[in-house]
Each structure stands twice: as structure tokens, then as C-alpha cells.
Nanobody
């Protein structure tokens, strides 16, 4: 069982930045693949970014070049640095984890409770 707790959401103006954090417990963090998903009202949950245990990353097309996922195994934490935010980035952002990379990439695995990100002027 993996427990995930997100933080760092909030409101920001277009063009601004936020950094989300997700602390994991209940498993050996360094072997986990980690991901960030988001879900806007009326839309399906979509992959934002993912990182596996050896540092390989994957990004959704809409965030490439603007968002960066990273991990600190010593702190059991995965981060999502979000720059050049747009109104369409508004959503609840969820942390995701599993031992298997393909599980994280296919909207499965363990989930956090989510954190709201709102981009508005």
C-alpha cells in the first residue's frame, strides 16, 4: 500500500508558476514510478508527467516545455514545476504511483487526494 499526499496547489495568474509536491510513504520510494495527472471539470483524467525509478520522464503534449517533473529519493518526494501557466491548466492535480512504469502511464496505481490549481486573471 502506498500513501500519497500532495501540496502546493493554489491560484495564479496566466504566465505564472507553481510547484507541486507529493510525499509518498508505505513503500520503498526509490523503486516507485511516479506520475502527475490532472482532471478538469467534465473532462477525463489525463497524464501530465511521469518519472520512473531510473529518471526516465514522459510528458503530456500540452505541457511539454513548460512543466518539469523531478524526484528526490532522500525526501520520498516527487515535484512538478509548472511554468508559463495557462487558464487551460486549471484542474485538480493528482499524484500517482506504482512499482510498474506501465501502470503509472495508464491511469492506474495508487492516488493522492488531489490539489487544486487555478489559473485565472
Amino acid at each position: 500500500q502506498v500513501q500519497l499526499v500532495e501540496s502546493g496547489g493554489g491560484s495564479v495568474q496566466p504566465g505564472g508558476s507553481l510547484r507541486l509536491s507529493c510525499v509518498a510513504s508505505g513503500s520503498i520510494f526509490s523503486i516507485l514510478s511516479m506520475g502527475w495527472y490532472r482532471q478538469a471539470p467534465g473532462k477525463q483524467r489525463e497524464l501530465v508527467a511521469a518519472i520512473n525509478s531510473d529518471g526516465t520522464t514522459d510528458y503530456g503534449d500540452s505541457v511539454k516545455g513548460r512543466f518539469t517533473i523531478s524526484r528526490d529519493n532522500a525526501k520520498n518526494t516527487v515535484y512538478l514545476q509548472m511554468n508559463s501557466l495557462k487558464p487551460e491548466d486549471t484542474a485538480v492535480y493528482y499524484c500517482n504511483a506504482d512499482r510498474l512504469w506501465e501502470i503509472v502511464l495508464t491511469t492506474r496505481g495508487y492516488w493522492g487526494q488531489g490539489t487544486q490549481v487555478t489559473v485565472s486573471s
